[in-house]
């Protein structure tokens, strides 16, 4: 039998066919349109499952569950999305809508719960008892593993690590709260710094990176600038950098996990990234006399997400 997993995500709906196991035999991708009423965004999502059964020379027959990872708070007795901040969705009947293309089981989780699951069967997390999955994208997720489960909280809203104060009163954060870590370390928070940054100084190498056009900014820019010795771009990362090792730290001092796997976008920097956030979190890491968590870039990537659907529709 094959599995479906579906990531759904701020920016792209991604997802793959997965086999017993665990490993993608098809994946692709389609922008979210986040804007847009849900009923739109589940076509979507079905219809690209769909083409990718075919593209595979399969049926639905082969086909035993669908997984979908969600941002937000999921009820999957319901099948439904109660709640989430970066795709406005407000008790959407997910499973529902989804059952109206492809008529099959279907499990419903929080996005960043999945890839933590994902990391942790067949990923960094393997083989430990408690691991954390940081995912940086469109906002920050968060997925907690304990004793081999997904700590969700009294009724599966918990875990949102990215909506943790650590400014008060600072950057507005789409949740409504101002000063959140996503507000400051998400891949959205890094793009929106270095446009900031591009339009006091039209000029300097950000700008001609993106020959002029400031909407081409994105997650990468101020990496590549400073990689090209650009102290604007250097001064954008450093800052960045510190935001992102400031949350790990608490991650790092409330559940003291074996490993923290960092996912998303930004993560594809590797130790461009992780090295200098490594040293920061090392440093503030609240006991000095045990050996701090581990921090290593997700290993299955953006895959992590699918995957960590699929197996757990795998359950159904």
Not at 181 to 190: H, M, N, P, R
Request: charged share 20%; with cysteine; net charge negative.
């Amino acid at each position: 039998m094959y599995y479906i997993g579906i990531d759904l995500g701020g920016t792209n709906i991604a997802a793959g066919i997965v086999d017993e196991e665990g490993k993608i035999i098809k994946k692709g991708s389609v922008p979210t349109g986040a804007h847009r009423h849900y009923t739109e965004i589940m076509k979507d999502m079905a219809e690209l499952s769909l083409n990718l059964v075919k593209e595979c020379g399969l049926s639905l027959d082969h086909i035993h569950s669908v997984g979908i990872g969600s941002p937000g708070t999921p009820d999957n007795e319901k099948g439904m999305i109660l709640y989430s901040n970066n795709i406005a969705f407000l008790n959407v009947p997910m499973r529902e809508e989804i059952q109206k293309y492809i008529p099959k089981p279907v499990n419903i989780e929080n996005d960043a719960n999945c890839a933590a699951y994902g990391e942790y069967i067949a990923g960094g997390a393997k083989g430990t008892k408690i691991s954390v999955t940081i995912t940086l994208g469109t906002g920050i997720g968060g997925g907690i593993i304990i004793d081999g489960k997904i700590y969700t909280g009294a009724h599966h809203a918990g875990a949102e690590l990215g909506h943790m104060v650590i400014c008060v009163d600072g950057e507005q954060c789409t949740c409504g709260r101002k000063g959140c870590w996503e507000a400051y370390a998400s891949a959205t928070a890094l793009i929106r710094m270095t446009r900031e940054a591009a339009a006091r100084n039209i000029n300097g190498t950000i700008m001609k990176l993106v020959n002029g056009d400031i909407s081409k900014i994105d997650a990468k820019t101020a990496f590549d600038a400073k990689r090209m010795g650009d102290s604007e771009g250097a001064a954008i990362v450093d800052k960045y950098v510190k935001y992102l090792a400031e949350g790990l730290v608490n991650v790092c001092n409330i559940f003291e996990p074996e490993v923290i796997c960092i996912g998303g976008g930004v993560s594809k920097e590797g130790e461009y990234l992780l090295g200098p956030v490594r040293e920061l979190v090392y440093e503030k890491f609240y006991c000095k006399q045990i050996s701090p968590p581990k921090i290593i870039p997700a290993v299955l990537g953006n895959d992590a997400g699918i995957i960590g659907a699929a197996l757990l529709a795998k359950q159904i």
